[in-house]
């Protein structure tokens, strides 16, 4: 698995012992995990996929995940399973979940009722790494009604993961050529004004703790404008990894950016 990439759910589940718990329409369900992949085939995009971060900061992260998820219900005239939403919301747990729920498509119809898989995950060192940013071909679409939502498809990290050695991150940009997403997390980067990273409306994708790094670094919108001098990645259990290479530049880690970042970390990661 390529340096520092998240585990999905794909990547534990199928054991004798299957971790992972279904709901279907406010119902657990006991679902294998070739039924949830015929599940999740049968969506056809209509749904999102999350990583929540262990510890007590777990709550918040599934409640800002919710409030997304729920955007993209009301962009799809879709119902949300509360269910194991509120379990999520209300139960600290000690390693990172993923969570992937969404509607089977009808054609010219509302969405089917919602189905949701919450998987446990194995913990992963959460840096700071170092690595070397590669650019990959597809542009994130930023004018899309979904852009800054969780989307359930996988498709552009299964091709990432063909694409890219150990020590390399993917990263994806927009179709205005900004930085928006990284295999690694969701990009900040140091630039000459000051901090800066993409907003939702260019297509990134802010789990809770990413978000408050950004904030707690008083990011700024970034635009074409800014010089980059370095970039580091949060994924969305906190983890950090900086990039020591960007479209053929060395990039430099400033001693005082990446205690900056530590710090932001810490904070971000507090309930």
């Not at 006991?30 to 749904?47: H, I, Q």
């Amino acid at each position: 698995m390529p340096l520092p990439w998240l585990p999905t759910g794909a990547d534990v589940e199928g054991g004798a012992a299957p971790r992972a718990r279904t709901w279907v329409d406010g119902v657990e369900t006991t679902t294998s995990p070739e039924e949830w992949d015929r599940t999740v085939a049968r969506f056809l995009g209509f749904g999102h996929r999350v990583v929540l971060p262990p510890g007590e900061v777990g709550s918040a992260a599934a409640q800002h995940a919710l409030g997304q998820v729920r955007r993209l219900a009301a962009l799809l005239d879709a119902r949300v399973d509360e269910a194991p939403w509120s379990r999520l919301a209300t139960t600290e747990r000690g390693q990172p979940v993923e969570v992937v729920g969404g509607w089977e498509h009808r054609f010219r119809q509302s969405p089917g009722v919602p189905s949701t898989r919450v998987t446990p995950l194995p913990t992963v060192d959460p840096g700071p790494h170092r690595a070397r940013g590669v650019e990959l071909p597809w542009p994130v679409n930023e004018h899309s009604p979904t852009a800054g939502l969780p989307m359930v498809s996988s498709h552009a990290d299964a091709l990432a993961r063909q694409r890219l050695a150990s020590g390399e991150v993917g990263l994806w940009r927009n179709d205005d050529g900004l930085l928006v997403g990284t295999t690694a997390g969701v990009p900040l980067l140091l630039t000459t004004h000051g901090w800066a990273a993409p907003s939702a409306l260019s297509g990134a994708v802010w789990p809770l703790v990413p978000d408050r790094v950004r904030r707690w670094l008083g990011a700024a919108d970034l635009t074409p404008t800014h010089v980059v001098l370095a970039v580091a990645c949060v994924d969305p259990c906190g983890g950090t990894t900086w990039l020591t290479e960007l479209c053929g530049r060395a990039l430099p880690v400033p001693p005082e950016a990446e205690a900056d970042l530590a710090a932001a970390r810490t904070s971000a990661l507090d309930a």
